[in-house]
């Protein structure tokens, strides 16, 4: 047996010592095109492997095309389309399970397959694929016009993807990093990012010339966070927003932004919603620094 070739170790981050393993068969990290719309789990699947690109392939030099009329447009696109069309009637004539390629793979290739029931996975390393094909019985085939019955591959048992480390947690683990780092919270519910936007904008009306535009576009920056929570609550952004930026001018309200659940402008520091510091502390610092280098240059 080549050991080099066909065995292989999977480096996944996150986990402890234990839970690594031995798996009889490949193992890839990578996940279907597809994934609410695709199969995850399929036993005794249909496997054709392509070294081909399922999308309109571009050409190896530099080309120009001079187009005269709308209309040429419109038929250049449409024999990308069909083109891609082509393609996905060849393969899918075969009725495979999962289609994987080395290559990529068009969106219109994926609504072909996903349709069809197919699963497909695209761009994997040239030895992924050499597994495969050893473990399923099936031959890479260069171009799928020359695709034959005795290159699909059906030795395998058992087709399945698994997540194994989700990024909810790595956002949660990074979070309590940031705050043992640096045990500061200030007020969440885009009251921290109102406040620091009045302010700018305060600065920026005591400074002249074109010197003021960084304060004003970071103040425009900061405002991102209350007004994606009160689109995520369904209330009237444009009213909350106004409501949130007037009780902010003066200064004298500073606590008060939007409860993430009801999307009711309230005092947070009342309903004790919170969020860290940290990752805020570390934009102020580049936003000075950069108002400095603007002055710079200026």
């Not at 689109?231 to 993430?260: F, P, Y």
Request: glycine share 8%; with cysteine.
């Amino acid at each position: 047996m080549d050991i080099q070739k066909y065995i292989k170790v999977e480096k996944v981050p996150g986990g402890q010592l234990e839970d690594s393993v031995v798996r009889k068969g490949v193992m890839i990290n990578k996940d279907v095109i597809a994934p609410g719309k695709m199969r995850r789990k399929i036993f005794n699947q249909r496997i054709i492997l392509l070294d081909w690109p399922l999308e309109f392939k571009k050409g190896e030099n530099q080309t120009n095309a001079e187009l005269l009329k709308e209309e040429d447009w419109r038929v250049l696109l449409q024999l990308e389309e069909e083109y891609i069309e082509r393609l996905c009637v060849q393969i899918l004539k075969f009725k495979p399970d999962v289609v994987i390629t080395e290559k990529g793979l068009s969106d219109l290739a994926c609504h072909y397959f996903s349709k069809a029931g197919v699963s497909g996975m695209r761009r994997l390393r040239k030895t992924d694929n050499n597994r495969i094909a050893k473990a399923c019985g099936a031959v890479i085939v260069n171009r799928p016009d020359e695709l034959q019955q005795s290159d699909v591959g059906t030795g395998a048992g058992i087709f399945e993807v698994k997540k194994i480390v989700e990024r909810n947690l790595q956002d949660a683990m990074s979070v309590a990093r940031n705050i043992l780092k640096n045990p500061k919270l200030g007020p969440a519910g885009g009251a921290t990012q109102l406040t620091v936007s009045a302010t700018l904008k305060q600065k920026s009306s005591s400074v002249e010339g074109i010197e003021k535009w960084p304060y004003e576009a970071a103040a425009i920056a900061f405002e991102a966070i209350p007004r994606t929570l009160a689109q995520n609550c369904g209330v009237n952004v444009i009213r909350t927003m106004t409501a949130l930026q007037g009780k902010h001018a003066n200064g004298e309200k500073s606590w008060i932004g939007i409860d993430g659940n009801t999307g009711v402008i309230t005092d947070v520091k009342e309903k004790k919603i919170g969020g860290y510091l940290f990752g805020l502390l570390l934009l102020l610092s580049f936003i000075s620094f950069a108002i400095s280098i603007f002055k710079f240059v200026g």
